[in-house]
């Protein structure tokens, strides 16, 4: 259940709704002046807390650009839940899926089993990870939560996301596609970016990290390092999903 509200606002007009969160059976005054006092409170305390990570020098414009980047950021939390060996088999009470859906994509991620709050690349139209746009922010995340920015890095090289021969998943519509190998290159920014930013580096995390991508690499270097230069092909085009033929198979003239 939750409260629904209905408006019809005018032009220039504004509507304010109050809402009390709390366990507490009576609250004598809950919208009285100490509410007023907790939000200005809160506000000033997050005011501090982002003019104290912004760069020193820049304008107020600038401020204020930078901060919305990271409440952007923030919004596209998650809770994402993907179960594919329940997807592929069907869920329980429920008429079987066609058999057809054993042959199609994630088949061979069997013990994959998302059941987190995930950076997504957009939770509106996008809602589903991606792992190299996750890496991407991943760094700037670091800036205001180095905590959060750690558990994506680590979740994605955990054993119950990671195939066990060392593939990290790419993404929702094919988990075994080859995204750029960005993972280590995020997990070192992260790991610079908290020392800079919050005085320490967690040394735990970068060496958990790197163990998994030790994993990661080998299959890299045994997947798609055919001509043994250390120069590593194929994977998603991208270009916004209109790419002109898909570098993940080959071409219909070879």
């Given amino acids: 259940m939750a409260p629904h509200y209905r408006f019809t606002i005018g032009a220039g007009e504004t509507r ?4 009390w969160l709390s366990d507490a059976p009576n609250i004598p005054q ?20 982002y003019h104290a990570i912004a760069p020193p020098g820049i304008n107020d414009d600038q ?9 952007g950021l923030l919004w596209s939390k998650q809770y994402y ?3 594919v060996e329940t997807w592929l088999k069907g869920d329980p009470n429920q008429p079987p899926p066609p058999p057809e859906r054993l042959k199609v994509r994630n088949q061979q991620w069997n013990h994959l089993n998302n059941a987190d709050i995930i950076s997504m690349p957009d939770k ?9 746009d996750l890496a991407f922010h991943c760094i700037p995340l670091a800036m205001i939560d180095p905590d959060f920015a750690k558990n994506q890095l680590d979740l994605m090289t955990r054993e119950w996301y990671m195939h066990p021969n060392g593939q990290i998943p790419a993404y929702e519509w094919n988990f075994s596609d080859v995204n750029p190998p960005v993972h280590g290159w995020a997990t070192w920014q992260v790991y610079k970016l908290e020392k800079q930013f919050h005085g320490t580096g967690d040394r735990q995390f970068l060496e958990r ?3 998994k ?9 045994n997947r798609k390092d055919f001509d043994g230069n250390n120069v590593f092909e194929g ?3 991208g270009l916004d999903n209109i790419g002109v033929f898909d570098r993940s198979s080959d071409l219909p003239n070879g």
């Avoid at 304010?16 to 809402?19: A, G, N």
């Avoid at 401020?63 to 409440?71: G, M, S």
């Avoid at 991508?213 to 270097?221: E, I, R, Y």
């Fill in 16 to 19: 304010v709704i109050k809402l």
């Fill in 30 to 49: 809950p919208f009285g002046s100490e509410f007023s006092r907790i939000i200005a409170t809160r506000r000033s305390e997050a005011d501090q807390f």
């Fill in 63 to 71: 401020r204020n650009i930078q901060r919305q980047a990271f409440a």
């Fill in 81 to 83: 839940y993907y179960n």
């Fill in 124 to 132: 509106w139209e996008y809602p589903w990870f991606a792992a190299w």
């Fill in 209 to 211: 990290v790197f163990q």
């Fill in 213 to 221: 991508l030790l994993l990661n690499f080998t299959w890299w270097v």
């Fill in 235 to 237: 994977g998603f085009l």
